[in-house]
């Protein structure tokens, strides 16, 4: 399985961002699509995700009601919607999944998931 990321560039304070995450390659079962930053300097932080139900959604602290993260259905893109951007949300932004069922509980730990997405740098400026 291979993931893009895409949708990152630069933005001003209180502007929005939409980034996608498009799947490709060997057709599997996707358990749970999160994504995940990383700022320089920083170690990566868990960001948002969408369990491999569809039925529920989980959000960092530091993004909830801002962030949105949706797809239409199982072969869509995720999407996560960003909006209210701060200088705080500047990272390189990564999409995972897993093709091993997971409960939710673990969607936040970014060990568990096996497939990365390259990273799409979000820049926000003040």
């Known amino acids: 399985v291979q993931l893009q990321a895409s949708g990152g560039g630069l933005m001003q304070t209180g502007g929005s961002l939409i980034l996608s995450c498009t799947a490709s390659g060997r057709s599997s079962s996707s358990y749970g699509v999160g994504w995940f930053r990383q700022a320089p300097g920083k170690e990566r932080e868990f960001v948002a995700a969408l369990a491999w139900s569809g039925a529920s959604t989980h959000y960092a602290d530091s993004v909830k009601g801002r962030f949105t993260i949706s797809r239409d259905n199982a072969k869509s893109p995720v999407i996560l919607q960003m909006n209210n951007l701060n200088t705080d949300d500047t990272a390189v932004y990564y999409c995972?999944?897993?093709?091993?069922?997971?409960?939710?509980?673990?969607?936040?730990?970014?060990?568990?998931?096996?497939?990365w997405g390259q990273g799409t740098l979000v820049t926000v400026s003040s």
């Open positions: 995972a999944t897993r093709s091993v069922f997971t409960s939710e509980i673990y969607d936040t730990n970014w060990s568990t998931y096996e497939y």
